[in-house]
């Protein structure tokens, strides 16, 4: 099942514009977690947040994260024609024996040159 | 340094036939987690090995069963296939801790 659910489903912006999207989920987690999959290959990990920080930098990526309201944001600056692609959430549940990681169903995004 | 590698790449199989999926999980990983990703929707988790050992395992059928050998690479079984298991699966390994690096996948189309 999927626990993550990114909003929008398809973002389409110019190049040089900010990029946002969001993730929600349903129960208490471990962490936090932003990847990237370029035509429907692998996954590339972006940034992980703890479910005890609040917001995270890396390059031109911000990620904020509101255990409060199980919800996470994605923010991609000054975006690039490279930057299309799919983007999902994954939340890592807490507490003890549990390892997988559950994924939302992503936001397209499409950045316009 | 190599990271994780899927073979094969592609594969094209009938109802009611057996595959097997081959997965090497980056230089220094012991652990391999494999994904079910159907078109358009996020990847779901199928199994996780550790130490040889089945440690989680997701919402799939008895059918999906798996394996790790002593060099941390994995096999993915699916056995009586159905038109349904039609999707990319994927390889992801790691080390003791959450991020996870994925493989190109194995695109299964069941016929």
């Known amino acids: 099942s999927q626990q993550g659910e990114e909003d929008p489903q398809a973002l389409s912006i110019q190049e040089g514009e900010n990029a946002t999207m969001n993730c929600s989920y349903k129960t208490s987690i471990n962490n936090l977690q932003w990847y990237r999959q370029n035509s429907g290959r692998g996954l590339v990990h972006l940034i992980l947040?703890?479910?005890?920080?609040r917001e995270k930098h890396s390059g031109r990526l911000r990620v904020t994260l509101d255990t409060s309201k199980k919800s996470s944001s994605l923010l991609i600056t000054a975006s690039r024609a490279a930057d299309t692609a799919s983007y999902f959430c994954a939340t890592a549940p807490s507490g003890a024996g549990s390892y997988q990681l559950t994924f939302g169903k992503g936001t397209k995004l499409s950045v316009i040159p | 340094d190599a990271g994780v590698t899927q073979s094969p790449t592609h594969l094209i199989k009938t109802r009611g036939q057996q595959v097997t999926l081959r997965c090497s999980p980056k230089?220094?990983?012991?652990?391999v987690s494999w994904y079910q990703q159907a078109l358009g929707q996020g990847p779901q988790f199928i199994f996780q090995?550790?130490?040889?050992?089945?440690?989680q395992r997701g919402n799939f059928p008895d059918r999906f069963s798996g394996h790790q050998f002593p060099n941390y690479s994995s096999e993915l079984n699916v056995n009586a296939l159905l038109l349904g298991d039609s999707a990319l699966y994927l390889c992801?390994?790691?080390?003791?801790?959450?991020?996870?690096?994925f493989g190109s996948g194995t695109q299964l189309s069941v016929l």
């Open positions: 230089s220094g990983h012991d652990t």
């Open positions: 947040i703890r479910s005890n920080e």
């Open positions: 090995y550790y130490e040889e050992e089945e440690r």
């Open positions: 992801a390994s790691s080390l003791s801790g959450a991020k996870l690096f």
